[in-house]
């Protein structure tokens, strides 16, 4: 979080935070609240961040826009071939996409949970670790097995939870959490995700917390 690449999405939480501030005042004053419709079971509404004109971190011909979309893929494919789960992408191509359009199209899907994946930058290449991020009550438990697993399984330092206001997380109405697996502009993950199947295991670990939660 505490990083240039970040900012934008904190200056879009705030606003978020405005107007859902104006949406509870306006149900106290007796408008009914809106019913949320049951989720469709073992469903995951993937939302690779970034896109289009939004890169994101970078490290020299590393974008993460482009790697959170090729985990996101290879998350996406490993769920559908369990069999077991209906998988939702909010993008699967290079575009850009603001925070509603992913948030209304996870909600619209009636998605069990939501998962946005994105990749930590920071000015220091020494800096690596996995974090995820959660907003409501009920994103907690997603967001503790999501960073628990990504950890474990990349053999990174664990740096837990922190709540975040972004507009994905307070918007969605299902749990929700943003994995920030490791940091793009970390120089040992540049060397592992060119002579290892880094991306391939941090995907293998998604699914596996995800399995772990909606078991
Ligand atoms: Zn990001």
Redesign the pocket.
């Given at each position: 979080m505490k990083n240039k690449?970040?900012l934008p999405t904190m200056l879009f939480s705030v606003f978020s935070v405005l107007v859902l501030s104006e949406g509870f005042t306006a149900y106290a004053k007796g408008k009914p609240s809106p019913v949320v419709p049951t989720p469709i079971p073992n469903s995951i509404c993937i939302d690779p961040?970034?896109g289009g004109s939004e890169p994101?971190?970078i490290n020299g011909d590393l974008i993460?826009k482009n790697v959170n979309l090729e985990v996101a893929k290879m998350l996406r494919d490993k769920l559908l071939d369990s069999g077991s789960y209906t998988v939702f992408m909010t993008r699967d191509t290079d575009v850009y996409l603001t925070n509603a359009d992913r948030y209304n199209f996870c909600n619209l899907m009636n998605a069990e949970i939501l998962i946005s994946i994105?990749?930590n930058g920071s000015e220091d290449p020494g800096i690596n670790y996995s974090t995820a991020f959660y907003m409501k009550r009920s994103d907690v438990a997603l967001a503790q097995e999501v960073v628990n697993t990504v950890s474990s399984t990349l053999g990174l330092t664990n740096k837990g939870i922190s709540r975040f206001a972004s507009g994905v997380l307070l918007k969605s109405v299902m749990p929700a959490t943003i994995s920030e697996g490791f940091f793009l502009t970390s120089s040992a993950e540049y060397e592992n995700i060119a002579n290892s199947d880094r991306l391939e295991q941090e995907a293998d670990a998604l699914f596996v917390a995800i399995t772990n939660y909606l078991k």
């Amino acid at each position: 979080m505490k990083n240039k690449i970040l900012l934008p999405t904190m200056l879009f939480s705030v606003f978020s935070v405005l107007v859902l501030s104006e949406g509870f005042t306006a149900y106290a004053k007796g408008k009914p609240s809106p019913v949320v419709p049951t989720p469709i079971p073992n469903s995951i509404c993937i939302d690779p961040g970034h896109g289009g004109s939004e890169p994101g971190a970078i490290n020299g011909d590393l974008i993460e826009k482009n790697v959170n979309l090729e985990v996101a893929k290879m998350l996406r494919d490993k769920l559908l071939d369990s069999g077991s789960y209906t998988v939702f992408m909010t993008r699967d191509t290079d575009v850009y996409l603001t925070n509603a359009d992913r948030y209304n199209f996870c909600n619209l899907m009636n998605a069990e949970i939501l998962i946005s994946i994105h990749h930590n930058g920071s000015e220091d290449p020494g800096i690596n670790y996995s974090t995820a991020f959660y907003m409501k009550r009920s994103d907690v438990a997603l967001a503790q097995e999501v960073v628990n697993t990504v950890s474990s399984t990349l053999g990174l330092t664990n740096k837990g939870i922190s709540r975040f206001a972004s507009g994905v997380l307070l918007k969605s109405v299902m749990p929700a959490t943003i994995s920030e697996g490791f940091f793009l502009t970390s120089s040992a993950e540049y060397e592992n995700i060119a002579n290892s199947d880094r991306l391939e295991q941090e995907a293998d670990a998604l699914f596996v917390a995800i399995t772990n939660y909606l078991k």
